[in-house]
């Protein structure tokens, strides 16, 4: 269906760098019918708009729809989730006292080999694609399942219902059930040709959906099959890489005893060319300084996953030690690893993980001095992890100047905000503003760290993506 024109008007937030929001009001920006920010006015309203900036882009008035944000409420750019399973959806909030490999034979098989039921893989993939669109999330990286056809399907839905994503066909040979494995190298790698095949038939112009080569982590993948989907990799340059990487002790043991020659987990990933600028590398919570030193010279990224990783025990990945190490990092919210679809959430989570990560070693303590200035250093600010969620997230998916932010060029994949207002006699006015209430006393980054740390949905009026309205909170 063909878009129009389009005019959004009001306050506009996206992130100028790490620690620094841009705050544009009474603003405007022009979306062009291809979705493509094609102007960004500031001190601009419908009036003005219309009478100098619709004739320098050769619009007429009649084919603009304008979309007015109303006080208070502001367009942000929408989120990315640069690390989630779509087929592990239904199992939110199901772990019990688990961790990682127990939690994968106990929760995880058994749910992602139901899906290969077409009706069951169409109900939840649908379902965890309204919801995240429903929480901001313009663009996820997804694990499907093994099934070439439900994998297929969950790209489609995706390009019907607007939401840009990569879309994975898993890949896993060994150490996994049999009921939920691929039985050689061979059939995974002509499995996952199928199914970027499909994918890339289904978009051609890779313009909202992109297959993504995904080795589950390396237990689960044969020396041979590892070797595969390196040369795989190879042959297809432009195609993003996701896998995990030391996620928790066991694993990492696991990983040694299996990969002997090599000499650190990353290193069995760099060893078959899969260690790349556009592999994302999911959790790195324990990576030596030799790995994080490997993982910034390949230019491979990290999505970090602080919800799944407190849910499992896994550990409290050092996001500014990756980032002074010049590793770009992501968040990913893990489902179902991650009990919540909500990147909001995943934003609040790498908050409090890093302020744990600041403690380490000296719990309770301040510390003073060097040490002092060094712990707070570590803490991540509202507005650094507002970046993970948009730009920083836009560079691990390989999206970088596309989405992310409201610069002229990029595609207009945002969200538009609003928090609930309290009037004067102290009551709660207009639309649900959800848990956040706004006194009006507020400065702009005082309403930012509010939505950070009590926002949800109902917070998210309207989502689009490459300028499509795909979502409206009613
Ligand atoms: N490692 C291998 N598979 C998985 C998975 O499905 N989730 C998480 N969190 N870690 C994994
Ligand atoms: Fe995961």
Avoid at 28 to 33: E, F, G, L, R
Avoid at 197 to 225: E, G, K, W
Avoid at 284 to 310: I, M, Q, W, Y
Wanted: glycine share 10%.
């Amino acid at each position: 269906m063909a878009l129009k024109n389009q005019l959004f008007l009001g306050s506009f937030v996206h992130c100028k760098a790490l620690d620094e929001l841009e705050y544009l009001h009474n603003a405007a920006i022009c979306v062009d019918q291809s979705g493509t920010i094609v102007a960004v006015e500031t001190e601009c309203d419908a009036v003005k708009a219309k009478e100098t900036v619709f004739p320098r882009l050769g619009w007429g008035d009649a084919e603009v729809e304008v979309v007015a944000a109303k006080e208070g409420q502001f367009f942000f750019p929408g989120f990315i989730d640069t690390h989630l399973h779509a087929s592990q959806y239904p199992n939110v909030g199901i772990f019990g006292k688990s961790t990682l490999l127990d939690w994968l034979n106990t929760y995880t098989f058994p749910l992602e080999a139901s899906l290969s039921d077409p009706a069951k893989a169409r109900q939840v993939y649908t379902r965890v694609i309204r919801k995240t669109l429903s929480h901001g999330t313009t663009c996820a990286a997804y694990y499907a399942t093994i099934d070439v056809p439900s994998t297929n399907l969950l790209a489609d839905l995706c390009l019907s219902l607007g939401q840009r994503a990569l879309v994975g066909r898993v890949c896993m040979d060994q150490l996994s059930p049999d009921y939920y494995r691929d039985t050689s190298a061979e059939t995974s790698i002509a499995a996952t040709r199928a199914s970027i095949a499909h994918i890339q038939a289904a978009d051609p112009a890779m313009s909202l959906v992109r297959p993504v080569i995904t080795p589950r982590f390396a237990p689960s993948c044969s020396a041979a099959l590892l070797r595969q989907l390196g040369a795989l990799a190879a042959e297809h340059p432009t195609l993003p890489i996701q896998t995990h990487i030391s996620e928790n002790a066991a694993e990492i043991a696991l990983v040694r005893s299996l990969f002997p020659e090599d000499a650190s987990y990353a290193a069995v990933y760099d060893a078959v060319g899969l260690l790349t600028p556009r592999t994302i590398l999911a959790h790195a919570v324990h990576l030596t300084a030799a790995e994080a030193d490997l993982v910034a010279a390949r230019g491979a990224k990290v999505s970090h996953c602080p919800c799944s990783n407190s849910a499992l025990a896994s550990g409290a990945a050092r996001v500014r030690w990756l980032l002074d190490r010049g590793v770009v990092c992501g968040l990913g919210t893990d489902v179902s690893g991650g009990y919540s679809a909500s990147v909001l959430a995943a934003a609040r989570q790498a908050v409090l993980v890093s302020r744990h990560v600041s403690l380490a070693g000296d719990e309770g303590g301040e510390g003073e001095g060097e040490r002092g200035r060094e712990r707070e250093r570590e803490r991540l600010s509202v507005e650094e992890v507002l970046f993970l969620a948009t730009k920083g997230g836009a560079e691990v998916v390989g999206l970088a100047g596309r989405v992310g932010g409201f610069g002229l060029g990029m595609e207009w994949d945002a969200q538009l905000v609003g928090l609930g207002r309290v009037d004067a006699a102290g009551e709660v006015e207009g639309p649900d503003g959800g848990d956040v209430d706004v006194f009006g006393w507020e400065s702009w980054p005082e309403r930012m760290a509010k939505w950070v740390y009590n926002g949800d949905d109902r917070n998210t009026k309207r989502v689009w993506v490459k300028g499509r309205s795909v979502h409206e909170r009613r």
